[in-house]
């Protein structure tokens, strides 16, 4: 875990360190994967519960309470839910969502997995993203697979903007175009 040390910090580092030591204890990385990725879906199509998690008026009892019953709703037991609930207890609810994305880091990194995030002009037919998931492999080298989320923003006009960890390469018309005309003002 020495290693992994360095992908995650701070106090959501730290907790997800924990509950990924647990998991990974248990054999039961993917199901806590699982269960945080039910979770980060109800925050995010639900603003009553970005509110829930936020809001220090709650008090730990009435947020463990709240957890309890969304968990079974969700059917999110076990070592997510007991997690899940503790971190209410201890006033940390307000940092899920980074605690959620440090475990996610853990949970790629041992499995050799990178995310690239892709924003297109337009949809990208399944052989370009199938071929820009063996490029990016490539480019990470080290037998890793890459998971590719491709957004479609047409307001880049052509190109692409890739994301890929901490890396950013800004591929795209728009902002060549913005380049070209800063250059053409310095000259002129």
Do not use: C
């Amino acid at each position: 875990m020495a290693q992994e040390t360095t992908i995650v910090s701070g106090m959501a580092g730290r907790y997800a360190q924990a509950l990924y030591a647990l998991a990974h204890e248990r054999g039961a990385t993917e199901q806590v994967a699982a269960d945080l990725s039910t979770f980060s879906a109800l925050i995010a199509e639900s603003s009553d519960l970005q509110r829930f998690i936020k809001s220090p008026v709650f008090s730990a009892e009435d947020q463990v309470k709240a957890l309890t019953a969304l968990l079974a709703q969700a059917g999110i037991a076990g070592i997510s839910a007991n997690f899940l609930k503790l971190v209410a207890a201890k006033r940390r609810l307000f940092a899920i969502t980074d605690m959620i994305a440090d475990y996610r880091k853990l949970h790629d990194f041992a499995k050799g997995l990178a995310r690239a995030e892709v924003t297109v002009a337009e949809p990208l037919k399944d052989e370009h993203v199938s071929a820009l998931k063996a490029a990016l492999a490539e480019l990470m080298g080290g037998g890793k697979s890459v998971e590719v989320a491709v957004k479609v923003d047409p307001t880049i006009l052509g190109g692409l903007i890739v994301r890929l960890g901490s890396r950013m390469v800004d591929g795209s018309l728009k902002t060549k175009l913005t380049m070209l005309r800063t250059r053409m003002k310095e000259v002129g």
